[in-house]
Every structure is written in structure tokens, then in C-alpha cells.
């Protein structure tokens, strides 16, 4: 199934990693709602003058704070390939410690370190 950030010239790095096997499914079984969805995250990314590391940070920011660790994964990973410093990725759980909480920080942090591990070991 083609989707929409694999078209050349569009997308968020060079790189991009392999869908996760619940997005495969789900575009499967409604591949125009995935198509939609590509085309508003694509036109979201782009309505503005910040790059693509920074967007991805902002995504990664957001994620911490919603405490859900597959977006954090999935947006670590994106700001790497988008040349974010690792550095920058683990000062976003730090600075979020205040607002979501130790627990949350600590968690993120991790998920983070994973993610840094696992794009930096190829």
C-alpha cells in the first residue's frame, strides 16, 4: 500500500522507517482515511517557516506530554533523521519534568534513550 509521505519529495527525512504493523493494518482495511490523514499531517508540517527538526520536536514535546510512548518512539526517531541533536530529544523530557511529572519525565527519558539507541546502532 503506497501512502502519501512514500511519494518522492514528500515526508518528513529521507529516511523513512517501516510503518508500524497497526498503520499497515489499518490502511488496509481503510486506505482512504489513511490517505486523508497523510495529506493533512503533510499540509500541517508545511503551513509554516519551521523545519522539519523542529516540527519534529514539537511532535516529540507533545508526545512526552501525553505520556504515550509509541508517538514518542515514533517522533524521536523522526527529529533524528531530521538532524535533531540527541542531546536536544533528551532535554525535552527534562523540560517537560515540571509539568508532567517525575513518573512521566523519567518515562519519557527512556523512550527516548530507546529510540536514540536504536537510530544510532544502524
Not at 8 to 14: K, L, V
Not at 37 to 66: F, H, N, Q, T
Not at 90 to 101: F, S
Given at each position: 500500500?503506497?501512502?502519501?509521505?512514500?511519494?518522492?519529495?514528500?515526508?518528513?527525512?529521507?529516511?523513512?522507517?517501516?510503518?508500524?504493523?497497526?498503520?499497515?493494518?489499518?490502511?488496509?482495511?481503510?486506505?482512504s482515511l489513511t490517505k486523508?490523514?497523510?495529506?493533512?499531517?503533510?499540509?500541517?508540517?508545511?503551513?509554516?517557516?519551521?523545519?522539519?527538526?523542529?516540527?519534529?520536536?514539537?511532535?516529540?514535546?507533545?508526545?512526552?506530554?501525553?505520556?504515550?510512548?509509541?508517538?514518542?518512539?515514533?517522533?524521536?526517531?523522526?527529529?533524528?533523521?531530521?538532524?535533531?541533536d540527541p542531546a536536544a530529544?533528551?532535554?525535552?523530557?527534562?523540560?517537560?519534568?515540571?509539568?508532567?511529572?517525575?513518573?512521566?519525565?523519567?518515562?519519557?527519558?527512556?523512550?527516548?534513550?530507546?529510540?536514540?539507541?536504536?537510530?544510532?546502532?544502524?
Amino acid at each position: 500500500m503506497k501512502h502519501l509521505l512514500d511519494t518522492p519529495g514528500i515526508g518528513i527525512a529521507p529516511r523513512v522507517a517501516a510503518r508500524p504493523k497497526s498503520w499497515t493494518r489499518l490502511a488496509e482495511e481503510f486506505p482512504s482515511l489513511t490517505k486523508a490523514y497523510d495529506a493533512l499531517s503533510d499540509v500541517c508540517r508545511r503551513s509554516g517557516p519551521l523545519d522539519e527538526s523542529i516540527v519534529a520536536l514539537i511532535k516529540l514535546a507533545i508526545s512526552v506530554g501525553l505520556r504515550s510512548e509509541r508517538t514518542t518512539h515514533a517522533h524521536a526517531k523522526k527529529a533524528l533523521r531530521a538532524g535533531a541533536d540527541p542531546a536536544a530529544l533528551r532535554q525535552i523530557a527534562i523540560v517537560g519534568l515540571p509539568t508532567v511529572g517525575l513518573p512521566a519525565a523519567l518515562d519519557a527519558l527512556r523512550w527516548i534513550d530507546e529510540s536514540i539507541r536504536e537510530e544510532t546502532s544502524d
